[in-house]
């Protein structure tokens, strides 16, 4: 309700974000067009990857991953040369696992990022159920300064110092959840060397190399 009336410029770099009056222009950048969803006021765009085009894609500050895309869009999108391996999320439906692939490129209008994480979701998937191609999540935005204006019809991205910094990615394939001091691998990337070694999800890591895990590792 309230970014349907109001802009929202988001500054991640200093985490920190505020309401404006749409129309206002805090900074300069990069200016890409935007549309209210119908029936939900949320903000849409189109990518494209490798001349591609998708769209309708929303413009989800709710959502940790970079770019994720309906399985039915998969046809043609050029990923890079390293066959896909598989993550798992966490959404309003609950964990769902999803493929992952890396795109040399996205381009969101004028906008062109470099080494994007791509997931690509099961047919019935939270992006089928809305209707819409996929989603733009916060491993994009927070590269940026982003001011999101859905009455004025625009999204304005500046530079920062995490605009260049490469996607994150897995080097050993397992992924954990905190419980206590022990970690619970909740996942096991396919293909990746954790798989290869043998871990299977709910195995537990009690100790590294003799060590306990400390809080927060």
Request: net charge neutral; aromatic share 6%; charged share 20%.
């Given at each position: 309700?309230?970014?349907?009336?109001?802009?929202?410029?988001?500054?991640?770099?200093?985490?920190?974000?505020?309401?404006?009056?749409?129309?206002?222009?805090?900074?300069?950048?990069?200016?890409?067009?935007?549309?209210?969803?119908?029936?939900?006021?949320?903000?849409?765009?189109?990518?494209?990857?490798?001349?591609?085009?998708?769209?309708?894609?929303?413009?989800?500050?709710?959502?940790?991953?970079?770019i994720?895309?309906?399985?039915?869009?998969?046809?043609?999108?050029?990923?890079?040369?390293?066959?896909?391996?598989?993550?798992?999320?966490?959404?309003?439906?609950?964990?769902?696992?999803?493929d992952?692939?890396?795109?040399?490129?996205?381009?969101?209008?004028?906008?062109?990022?470099?080494?994007?994480?791509?997931?690509?979701?099961?047919?019935?998937?939270?992006?089928a159920?809305?209707?819409i191609?996929?989603?733009?999540?916060?491993?994009?935005?927070?590269?940026?300064?982003?001011?999101?204006?859905?009455?004025?019809?625009r999204?304005?991205?500046?530079?920062?110092?995490a605009?260049?910094?490469?996607?994150d990615?897995?080097?050993?394939?397992i992924?954990?959840?905190?419980?206590?001091r022990?970690?619970?691998?909740?996942?096991?990337?396919?293909?990746?060397?954790?798989?290869?070694?043998?871990?299977?999800?709910?195995?537990?890591?009690?100790s590294?190399?003799?060590?306990?895990?400390?809080?927060?590792?």
């Amino acid at each position: 309700d309230l970014i349907g009336t109001y802009a929202i410029d988001i500054d991640y770099e200093h985490k920190r974000f505020r309401l404006l009056a749409s129309g206002r222009l805090p900074f300069r950048g990069i200016a890409v067009p935007i549309a209210p969803m119908p029936a939900f006021g949320l903000a849409i765009t189109d990518v494209r990857l490798g001349g591609i085009r998708h769209r309708p894609m929303l413009i989800d500050t709710g959502d940790g991953a970079a770019i994720t895309l309906a399985r039915q869009r998969l046809m043609g999108v050029p990923l890079s040369d390293q066959p896909l391996t598989s993550t798992l999320a966490y959404g309003l439906g609950g964990p769902v696992v999803t493929d992952l692939g890396f795109a040399p490129a996205v381009s969101i209008g004028a906008l062109n990022v470099r080494d994007v994480e791509v997931r690509i979701e099961p047919p019935n998937g939270y992006s089928a159920t809305l209707g819409i191609a996929g989603r733009i999540g916060n491993a994009v935005l927070s590269r940026y300064r982003v001011l999101i204006d859905v009455p004025a019809g625009r999204a304005v991205f500046a530079p920062t110092s995490a605009t260049d910094k490469p996607s994150d990615r897995s080097t050993s394939g397992i992924q954990t959840a905190v419980e206590g001091r022990i970690l619970r691998v909740i996942h096991v990337m396919r293909g990746s060397p954790a798989e290869v070694a043998g871990w299977h999800a709910d195995d537990l890591i009690c100790s590294v190399d003799g060590s306990p895990i400390g809080r927060g590792d």
